[in-house]
């Protein structure tokens, strides 16, 4: 028999609203509140569903402590399927989805699924690899996306991997890979740190390429001096909008800079000349 571990708040547990929301961790060896129906949808699937339950706000002031007993039952009940949620577009529900999902899935490799709305706050703590099913803004839409955790969770389950890939092709959010670098120093501090750098004329950086591997910082370089065929935006005043032109020196830039200086000015000469000609034809009697 298969066994599925479900993560909920203290809203959708039945504890209560708000005033519940300091709620402790709690395990219900049951199906508790939309796990009851999830449940009932999976009744062929020989499955034994449990429940953890959190307030929202024990969550976030006692992370650590509530990862620590998620692993207590991640060992004892050990469950072959882990579900989050579905969150919607709560905020503090969808980032607790999000982050248990996200460790299951890293500590334990087992399938994780998760239900955030498009705009959740969840969606930029989703892990990789934890399937994120695409729900409305609201719980009026419970009963569809219980319904497609049922049906993504038996996909999982008979390990039907093939149709599991055309399932998330339609019912799943995109989640985009993301880079996380450890900086020593908190951002205000870098940022006073890089302004006085720049104002030195000393070396600093302020970001990193792209198609490094994890973690590789990228080398420093004196404040005006540019790389080769480094890409600069400029707004074209004609068009209403930016353009971007690939410049192979800091010479380069200058020049270019001067003579879009230089064509905005003679624009707005012309521009100027042309209106006020208009208004003196009509003014002439």
């Not at 300091?22 to 999976?42: S, Y």
């Not at 009940?77 to 607790?96: K, Q, V």
């Not at 709305?117 to 609201?138: A, D, K, M, W």
């Not at 049922?150 to 092709?169: G, I």
């Amino acid at each position: 028999m298969t066994k599925i571990l479900h993560y909920l708040n203290q809203f959708f547990a039945g504890i209560g609203g708000e005033d519940k929301a300091g709620q402790e961790f709690l395990f219900v060896p049951k199906p508790v509140g939309p796990g009851v129906v999830l449940c009932d949808l999976l009744k062929n699937q020989e499955v034994e569903c449990a429940t953890v339950v959190c307030g929202d706000n024990y969550f976030h002031e006692n992370e650590e402590a509530v990862l620590a007993s998620l692993t207590e039952v991640m060992t004892g009940f050990a469950p072959d399927l882990f579900i989050a949620g579905p969150a919607f577009h709560a905020g503090r529900y969808g980032i607790a989805c999000a982050k248990t999902a996200s460790f299951v899935r890293e500590r334990w490799n087992i399938p994780a699924v998760t239900g955030l709305y498009e705009e959740n706050p969840g969606t930029r703590e989703i892990g990789r690899h934890v399937l994120v099913i695409q729900t409305g803004s609201s719980a009026a839409s419970m009963q569809a996306t219980i319904k497609r955790f049922a049906d993504l969770s038996a996909l999982l389950l008979k390990k039907d991997f093939e149709n599991v890939e055309r399932f998330k092709e339609e019912y799943c959010l995109r989640i985009p890979r993301r880079f996380t670098v450890q900086a020593a120093a908190p951002d205000s501090v870098r940022a006073v740190e890089m302004l006085l750098a720049k104002l030195r004329s000393f070396p600093c950086d302020t970001s990193y390429r792209y198609g490094r591997r994890f973690g590789a910082e990228r080398q420093s370089r004196p404040a005006g001096e540019l790389a080769r065929n480094e890409v600069l935006q400029v707004f074209d005043q004609r068009a209403r909008r930016f353009k971007t032109r690939r410049v192979r020196s800091h010479a380069h830039r200058l020049r270019y800079l001067h003579s879009q200086c230089r064509s905005r000015q003679t624009y707005s000469s012309r521009r100027h000349a042309e209106i006020g000609a208009g208004r003196e034809l009509r003014q002439a009697p």
